[in-house]
């Protein structure tokens, strides 16, 4: 069974940059055509998109995002990371890791993280 | 950008009711890339749909979705206790897109 688990701090000043690794468990994450997703929720509200990147490296970003955005990946630790700069109250939120499954004919997040709670706050 | 509307905001029922769930994109989008999630409190969605129309893996078969170009639905069959719960529809254009999404709670 595949795992997904987000690490990181939980409170980030603003201006400063947030940093989430993701650690996948009961699967190599370079193994199959996947994509590998950072998807956030801010308190009370829906699912935003922030990007994805292949197990080859290919990152792309939402484009409201992506000036602010890194998404990178580890195979040799079987990880990926997020890292989201200059960062506002308004970056409060849940952030997941999920597996974009789907290959290239469907798109669509069918494994997900619990989630981690990052506060922006001084 | 794509734009996804869902209706109504909150749908409240009585266990054992049909749910239909309705999700409008602001322009056609391909059927293959529009999916539904369950999302209860504190927990992390789940895919329930992908493909429009097909239940992903364990999914009972009382969900079901449909639609095509600018209109998708989603329905639960008869309503159980454990499926009071927020959905979301996404779909993909040159991102990912989630609506944002219905509530369904009990009446």
């Known amino acids: 069974q595949l795992l997904l688990q987000e690490s990181g701090p939980g409170l980030v000043e603003p201006s400063e940059t947030l940093s989430l690794a993701c650690t996948v468990s009961?699967?190599?994450?370079?193994?199959?055509?996947?994509?590998w997703a950072w998807i956030r929720q801010p308190p009370g509200k829906g699912l935003e998109w922030i990007g994805s990147?292949?197990?080859?490296?290919?990152?792309y970003y939402n484009p409201s995002l992506k000036s602010r955005v890194t998404i990178s990946v580890d195979t040799s630790k079987n990880q990926f990371s997020l890292k989201l700069s200059s960062v506002t109250a308004a970056d409060t939120a849940v952030y997941y890791c999920?597996?974009?499954?789907?290959?290239?004919?469907?798109?669509?997040?069918?494994?997900w993280g619990k989630g981690t709670t990052v506060t922006v706050s001084s | 950008e794509i734009v996804l509307t869902q209706s109504p905001g909150t749908l409240s029922l009585s266990p054992g009711e049909r749910a239909t769930l309705s999700c409008r994109a602001s322009?056609?989008?391909?059927?293959?890339?529009v999916a539904w999630y369950q999302q209860k409190p504190g927990q992390a969605p789940r895919l329930l749909i992908y493909?429009?129309?097909n239940r992903a893996t364990g999914i009972p078969d009382r969900f079901s979705g449909s639609g095509s170009g600018t209109d998708f639905t989603f329905t639960i069959s008869r309503l159980e206790p454990e499926d009071f719960a927020v959905y979301y529809c996404q779909q993909y254009g040159s991102s990912f897109i989630f609506g944002p999404g219905t509530k369904v709670d009990i009446k």
């Open positions: 493909g429009a129309s």
């Open positions: 999920a597996r974009r499954g789907g290959g290239s004919s469907y798109y669509y997040v069918d494994v």
């Open positions: 009961g699967g190599s994450i370079s193994s199959g055509s996947y994509y």
């Open positions: 322009q056609s989008v391909s059927s293959s890339y």
């Open positions: 990147i292949s197990n080859g490296g290919s990152a």
